[in-house]
């Protein structure tokens, strides 16, 4: 079966860079989540899309921006990096029937270390 | 706020034997939550979720979770645990919004 797809997997960049994360959901989920987990810590939801419009808002900086485009792909876009942006980045979709309780599911993740 | 608390950062256990990693949960409603586990270098996999219905809910790779209203509680149990299940487990909770809040993780060991 077709999952969450990320690219790229790693990412290095340097501090006052920016960068560009990709993610393609599920066939037919019609719902995309990014979340941000730092060394040792529990995933931190940063901003979701549901049918291409921004859904819910979570702790995502200012200097990040995000779309779901009309294939429903969505892409994080990230300005001014600094040290601390370093993290592994989760895109996950949910939909295709399963409603508002169903189950996200995650892609592999972008490793993206700033140096 | 919802939230979710996972008091364990570790668990260890020897092959075969039951396992149960622990879950609790505050929530205004009903609470709506899930399980999922972290293999290194990999993205988290859905293993079940509560919404409503029965306390004790099945999930993949033979794991279960019981649900107690009361202990406001959602823990992972196995009956008998494999080397292969020691990853990272996390608790969730899913809030107002679409998304998820997880708890801080359990390291699940199980030793050979």
């Known amino acids: 079966a077709a999952g969450v797809i990320q690219s790229p997997r790693h990412l290095i960049k340097e501090k006052r860079e920016t960068a560009t994360l990709k993610c393609y959901p599920i066939?037919?989920?019609?719902?995309v989540y990014w979340y941000q987990q730092g060394p040792g810590q529990d995933p931190q939801f940063l901003i979701s899309?549901?049918?291409?419009?921004?859904?819910d808002k979570g702790s995502i900086p200012d200097r990040f921006s995000a779309q779901q485009f009309s294939d429903y792909h969505s892409e994080l876009n990230m300005s001014s990096l600094e040290l601390g942006d370093s993290a592994l980045y989760f895109c996950?979709?949910?939909?295709?029937?399963?409603?508002?309780?169903?189950?996200?599911?995650f892609g592999p993740g972008t490793r993206l270390t700033v140096t | 706020a919802q939230s979710v608390a996972q008091p364990e950062d570790q668990v260890n256990v020897a092959e075969g034997n039951p396992l149960t990693v622990k879950c609790t949960y505050s929530?205004?409603?009903?609470?709506?939550l899930f399980w999922y586990v972290q293999y290194p270098n990999r993205g988290l996999q859905f293993l079940l979720k509560?919404?409503?219905?029965?306390?004790l809910v099945k999930g993949s790779y033979g794991f279960e979770a019981e649900f107690n209203k009361s202990q406001t509680s959602f823990h992972l149990k196995k009956p008998s645990a494999l080397v292969s299940d020691s990853a990272l487990y996390f608790c969730?909770?899913?809030?107002?919004?679409?998304?998820?809040?997880f708890g801080s993780g359990t390291r699940l060991q199980v030793q050979p």
């Open positions: 996950a979709s949910s939909g295709g029937g399963t409603g508002w309780d169903g189950e996200q599911y």
């Open positions: 509560y919404i409503t219905g029965d306390n």
């Open positions: 969730a909770v899913r809030d107002g919004r679409r998304a998820l809040t």
């Open positions: 899309f549901y049918e291409k419009m921004q859904s």
């Open positions: 066939p037919r989920h019609d719902t």
């Open positions: 929530v205004s409603g009903n609470p709506y």
